[in-house]
């Protein structure tokens, strides 16, 4: 229910922190890419194979030590829908080696056709009585800037097939104050926001006390995050913005609670890109990658409580 | 430039309606899906060539009376990636025969990532130094409540290769409010993203006045258009809600401008299902759209002001 599974998977590996797979090109290395291009030619076909391979060699070296894979959907998008198959591909392989997956896509609309972005992204197709997951992740970014109309489609769906949303709150970009920092009558735009999160998830929630309506608060902005931790207890966080752009580990601690718990801190380009940074053999990209990760984890760590499941309700009903 | 092309496609066809292709199975008729799931069996696959033959014959007979096609690309997704290769088909079948294409993709993120989602769907991918077009559309709807981390990405590339963009400011559904209407110091949430959309656009403006920025501004809200129109003259509005929605031909007119310009409405259900609702012979789905999307015509240009395209600054200097 809600972030139950993700939030166990990281109590066992005593690691809060997810994998970005946002795989540009240029981060792939060349001789998987030339292998590919002479293969399937120097198309899109042949750029989403190399990108597939990529991935996949990735995910064999972090599955032990990383609860979670986000892929972001705008880079297989990039690659048509070639591209888009790699992502369901990479969906599919990260679930197989036991991976908690979100898929990054910040989708919005409202009514039946948030509905089937709902269905697309975390529950199954009806073709004819036929029941097939069209990408089949655990979890989706979403933006609620549309209202409830935009967010009611998927939370029977996150119920019945024990998945999960992160809603865009306090992003962690230079200009997310544009709109999210104004001054709203009792609040402020990005306030309201989690206000919204909390009540969509009041309905939804799991044995840890978080529900299934999670919120995306970035890195960058530390006293938002732990502003937006304190006004949104069952609020599950997914951390953007740590490492690449600029977010440290002791700004990241704010986004926890006393269990080391309520968060998830997401590294992108810190982990595809680490052979790059370290300038390695590019043959080595996938061990240097499980480097970065080991890197990441204790990092993250040293600035938060020791992560501990709280007692549920089930186990010890006094604590009501 | 901007969306001079979209104009003069109005101009010429005298019809500023765009018909939404948001295909679910059910309005394909049975005897498509029938002769597809044969072929390819039951199974996405089958769904999503049924899908396209659905689309082709209507796009067929509409093209010579509708200027654009706006495919919603939940419906797409739904059908994971031999749903979004119908998409990108669908997309290339609607330009062979001269029609404007607005991808209805509602995207939004930051930064490179939100310039792979405009190199996707506007732009052109770069595989080793190929460029390859993987989705090719004229134009994307995108959400603004990252801030212009997440609409610069777009504007050069909008800018070099004659495309549009369409942000969300306020959408046509019941819970838009929520978040749109609150009130900011000298503004709302909604008239705040339109003054960014006029900001965003003021160094990419079309020869008619209209910049490559356009507006998603709901028919359900006939006041908000009108306030909206007046307050973002060099915005051009895209217009949902029309038809299925509730939107009456009376309060659409609230988006036009005095030649009859400044606004493109949408309708999907009201024309891919008019074989439904006539109770007509499913075989006769595409005739049916044609009649629909005649009438459609009538009753918008029934209250706007003539459609004339205004004198450019170029034909007569003085207007300056």
């Known amino acids: 229910m809600a972030f139950d599974k993700l939030i166990e998977k990281i109590a066992i590996l005593q690691n809060p922190t997810v994998v970005g797979l946002d795989p540009k090109l240029d981060y792939v290395p060349q001789y998987i890419k030339d292998k590919k291009f002479k293969k399937y030619g ?11 391979t990529f991935n996949k060699a990735i995910i064999d070296q972090i599955c032990d030590i990383v609860p979670a894979i986000k892929p972001q959907a705008a880079y297989y998008e990039m690659y048509g829908f070639e591209g888009v198959k790699t992502l369901y591909k990479t969906i599919d392989y990260a679930k197989s080696k036991g991976m908690y997956v979100i898929t990054d896509g910040k989708r919005n609309d409202i ?17 004819d009585g036929v029941k097939i997951p069209a990408f089949g992740a655990d979890a989706l970014t979403v933006n609620g800037y549309l209202g409830t109309d935009g967010i009611a489609p ?11 949303i992160f809603v865009l709150v306090k992003t962690s970009n230079q200009s997310s104050g544009e709109l999210q920092d104004l001054t709203l009558a009792d609040t402020t735009v990005y306030g309201k926001m989690g206000q919204m999160c909390e009540n969509w998830g009041s309905e939804y929630m799991g044995k840890y006390c978080y529900s ?5 608060v970035g890195a960058t902005y530390p006293e938002q995050l732990e502003e937006m931790r304190k006004a949104t207890p069952h609020t599950f966080f997914l951390v953007p913005g740590y490492g690449a752009q600029g ?12 269990n080391g718990l309520g968060a998830i801190v997401n590294n992108s380009r810190g982990i595809m ?3 790059q940074k370290l300038n390695a053999n590019e043959r080595d990209f996938a061990i240097c990658a499980r480097r970065a990760v080991i890197d990441m984890k204790a990092d993250i760590t040293s600035v938060i409580p020791k992560i501990q499941l709280p007692q549920t309700e089930e186990e010890n009903p006094t604590i009501l």
């Open 212 to 216: 299934a309506v999670g919120a995306v």
């Open 154 to 164: 998927l939370l029977e769906l996150c119920q019945d097939n024990d998945k999960g």
């Open 42 to 52: 120097k198309n899109l076909k042949g750029a989403a194979k190399a990108i597939l």
């Open 273 to 275: 890109c680490a052979y």
């Open 111 to 127: 009514g039946a056709t948030m509905q089937a972005y709902a269905t697309a992204h975390l529950g199954f197709t009806d073709v």
């Open 247 to 258: 977010g440290g580990a002791e700004g990241v601690a704010k986004a926890f609670d006393e």
